[in-house]
């Protein structure tokens, strides 16, 4: 089984930033697509940047220019760089990755708890 564990989320101010991680650990040969989603009390889930196995990387229009993924392959691990947030209340941003798995080398999709974000004035 694989776990994906997501950490950094917390209280910050509009305008301000904060780092996301996501670690993938677990029976793995390797890890194709890994990225973000999010979502807000009473919406739809949303993309918010997928790091693809072969190196693109696809934001949504809303963060463009403001998040950054950086990925550590040797660890297994995405981060999520956010800049200028400035909507006010909480999103869960949640952790996505396609695995190959180390026992049967097929593809599975994993999804982290989440961890929330919180936006105040």
């Known amino acids: 089984q694989v776990q994906l564990v997501e950490s950094g989320g917390g209280l910050v101010q509009a305008g301000g930033s904060l780092r996301l991680s996501c670690a993938a650990s677990g029976t793995i040969r390797s890890i194709n697509d890994m990225g973000w989603y999010r979502q807000a009390p009473g919406n739809q889930r949303e993309l918010v940047v997928m790091?693809?196995?072969?190196?693109?990387?696809r934001y949504t229009d809303s963060v463009k220019g403001r998040f950054t993924i950086v990925r550590d392959n040797a660890k297994n691990t995405v981060f999520l760089k956010i800049n200028s947030l400035k909507a006010e209340g909480t999103d869960v941003y949640s952790c996505?990755?396609?695995?190959?798995?180390?026992?049967?080398?097929?593809?599975?999709?994993?999804w982290g708890q989440g961890t929330p974000v919180t936006v105040s004035t």
């Open positions: 996505n990755a396609e695995v190959v798995s180390s026992v049967s080398a097929l593809r599975y999709n994993f």
């Open positions: 790091s693809t196995g072969s190196g693109g990387k």
